[in-house]
């Protein structure tokens, strides 16, 4: 049978939650389809990124699904900003292992003190002159005087995470409203700065609120799309699900790509987890981004291991120039 066409603005609601439930032979016809759109619309370049994870735990923030936030009880390091010097090294090992964007990521409402984001837009600096690599910044809440300073210091990109859906939000986080993501999102396309949005799946949502959060998504016009798996971690309180198929995800990330197919679909945390061994299925189901190495408290695979699997797949790692 022969695939209905995706428009410019991609797939309705309506198809995109069908999609979501589809069964059997079905779902790898969706799979197949989103594979062909993507490599139509995008080419055949797999996009790497790499992070830090710059001030770890003591969050002020309630995130049912995070290690780090403030009703946690899960067993990881705690630490403060990292010293100027220790985000460049990491920007520069990013770069070493191929990396194109390298992003500063901190726990916490928003990097308030002036005198930490002098220090993250210093070294962010550092890394843009001295690298390959384009640099991202994920701070948190910040206002339009923070965003416009990390645009200053060459960051390109914003990465802040919806998270869930906005009618599910209440299950996942109470410490501030769903909607204040918005207005920082909007503050950071004022800016000029190009955004990552994306969310986690799999925190006991159903599949109507899995759309409603790829809808929000699109409604925002982002240049890139993250898309997580829960990994459930001891001492939170989302511990005990373990709701995703290796075709939950996959089917996610197809609708996610027929949604919007422009937008960089980037695959992040709980890939390894969730996948198993269906992960390399995942460049064939409307993938072209990938972040490498590890999380922010969970570890990845090697990167060697990733660039072996986008190119048995019949794709090309977008390394930065000269990196082999």
Not at 15 to 39: F, I, K, Q
Not at 310 to 322: C, E, H, K, S, V
Request: net charge negative; hydrophobic share 40%.
């Amino acid at each position: 049978m022969e695939a209905p066409m995706t428009s410019p603005s991609g797939i309705s609601t309506e198809e995109a939650r069908a999609n979501l439930h589809c069964r059997g032979p079905e779902v790898y016809e969706l799979l197949a389809r989103a594979g062909r759109l993507t490599r139509e619309r995008r080419g055949t370049q797999v996009h790497l990124c790499a992070i830090v994870n710059a001030r770890s735990g003591d969050c002020d923030q309630d995130c049912a699904f995070c290690s780090q936030s403030k009703r946690s009880g899960a067993d990881i390091e705690h630490y403060g900003l990292l010293e100027a010097q220790q985000i460049v090294d990491a920007g520069r090992e990013a770069a070493d292992f191929g990396a194109h964007r390298f992003s500063v990521v901190t726990s916490g409402g928003a990097v308030r003190r002036a005198d930490h984001l002098d220090r993250v837009c210093g070294a962010l600096a550092e890394v843009r002159t001295t690298t390959s690599v384009q640099t991202c910044a994920s701070l948190g809440l910040l206002d339009a005087e923070g965003l416009a300073r990390l645009r200053d210091s060459g960051v390109t990109r914003y990465h802040h995470n919806l998270e869930t859906a906005e009618s599910h939000w209440e299950h996942i986080c109470t410490t501030r409203p769903w909607a204040d993501s918005l207005v920082t999102i909007r503050a950071a396309q004022e800016a000029g700065m190009e955004l990552c949005v994306g969310g986690i799946f799999g925190m006991g949502e159903s599949t109507d609120q899995r759309v409603e959060l790829l809808e929000s998504i699109r409604g925002l016009k982002v240049e890139s799309v993250p898309l997580n798996f829960l990994h459930p971690i001891h001492g939170t309180p989302l511990a005990h699900l373990a709701e995703l198929t290796p075709f939950d995800c996959l089917k996610i990330i197809a609708v996610a790509r027929l949604m919007m197919p422009d937008s960089e679909i980037r695959i992040c945390g709980g890939r390894e987890h969730n996948l198993r061994d269906l992960q390399s299925w995942i460049l064939l189901a409307g993938v072209d981004g990938l972040m490498i190495g590890d999380y922010l408290t969970t570890a990845g695979r090697t990167v060697s291991d990733d660039l072996r699997m986008i190119r048995d797949a019949g794709l090309i790692p977008d390394l930065p120039g000269g990196f082999e």
